[in-house]
């Protein structure tokens, strides 16, 4: 074999998006190498370092000088959680692609479940959390609601309480290269792509150290997204209200005239009138929000800016070495 030809591909590539994570990564590190050594198979690990403000970048650094399967990519700033796991597709040689969480809430072990589907020829294996340890109820409720929302108003069979942690065949990886929009819902785009998919059940622990990275901003801001792009519900909703609304105006029209002409006095007075302006024009502001929401996707669309931007890349082949890259799509697509 001559020395210029191409390296073997890995089995599995692990990617792992990272934001301020230096107290979660030595362990890790340590049970992702225990479970992925335990499978005697070729593998690398990624982590996408998202523009971290902590030791995340350096421990990462540290842990790649003893290990070489560990490749980091880090943002020229921080693009967000589903921007990262993009990257780290978009980057990622395995046969196999799994994406889970910096937090260890995704157990690590739950992979070697997934592999064993994987090899029965399932092309994605998603997991679905049984329950969720370590959570308000607030949230668990919000997330349930936001999941059976989402599932009613789409056309696209989204699973219920799965997140992003998932087994990806390079078939489907390949595929979904190909999606660039700019408001992204990793886990709705994977199911949008299709492949035979299927669950594996498992309990989300609680977070290992640090902070939530999902406070109630980002998880209104990630359903936002979610559902202007997987579905026009809200924009048809404006339609049917609008119809719904001049219904009843037209009976409360037929309605006030009866009245007048049998002598009545309810309807007299600026009250009522105040009343229902009010509420058409707080209507109107609500759908006339809802279209903007959508305008302003389409014109994120429009400029056609990259996803991202890597600084640095340590471990790929070709090195991003010193020069930042804005990708918008990967070179070598294979």
Not at 26 to 31: F, S
Not at 160 to 182: S, W, Y
Not at 235 to 259: K, N
Not at 287 to 295: M, V
Request: aromatic share 10%; proline share 4%; with cysteine.
């Amino acid at each position: 074999m001559s020395d210029d030809a191409a390296p073997t591909r890995p089995t599995f590539s692990i990617v792992v998006p990272i934001w301020n994570e230096e107290a979660v990564i030595p362990e890790l590190y340590r049970r992702v190498v225990s479970i992925m050594d335990a499978t005697n198979e070729t593998w690398e690990f990624i982590c996408v370092d998202d523009g971290s403000r902590d030791r995340s970048l350096a421990q990462l650094l540290d842990l790649r000088a003893q290990d070489p399967r560990l490749k980091v990519l880090h943002f020229s700033r921080n693009f967000s959680h589903q921007i990262a796991i993009t990257a780290g597709t978009d980057f990622a040689e395995g046969d196999a692609v799994i994406v889970m969480d910096a937090d260890l809430q995704d157990p690590p072990e739950v992979v070697a479940r997934m592999i064993e589907k994987w090899r029965e020829g399932y092309e994605v294996v998603y997991a679905v959390r049984t329950s969720r340890q370590g959570e308000s109820f607030f949230k668990l409720w919000t997330a349930s609601l936001f999941y059976r929302l989402l599932h009613s108003i789409t056309d696209i069979n989204i699973p219920l309480d799965a997140g992003d942690f998932r087994l990806m065949d390079r078939r489907v990886v390949l595929t979904m290269r190909h999606l660039r929009e700019q408001h992204r819902f990793m886990r709705g785009l994977s199911s949008w792509v299709g492949f035979r998919q299927i669950p594996v059940e498992y309990e989300r622990a609680e977070r290992y150290a640090g902070e939530t990275k999902y406070p109630l901003r980002k998880m209104i801001r990630l359903a936002t997204s979610a559902i202007t792009s997987f579905s026009h519900v809200p924009l048809q909703l404006a339609t049917y209200v609008g119809f719904t609304l001049a219904s009843i105006s037209l009976i409360a029209i037929l309605v006030t005239i009866i009245l007048r002409l049998s002598g009545s006095s309810f309807f007299l007075g600026q009250a009522t009138t105040l009343v229902s302006v009010l509420f058409l024009g707080g209507v109107q502001l609500i759908f006339l929000g809802i279209i903007g929401e959508y305008l302003g996707r389409i014109y994120d669309e429009v400029k056609q800016r990259p996803l991202y931007i890597v600084s640095k890349a340590y471990g790929f082949i070709p090195d991003a070495g010193d020069l930042p890259r804005a990708v918008s799509f990967p070179a070598d697509s294979s």
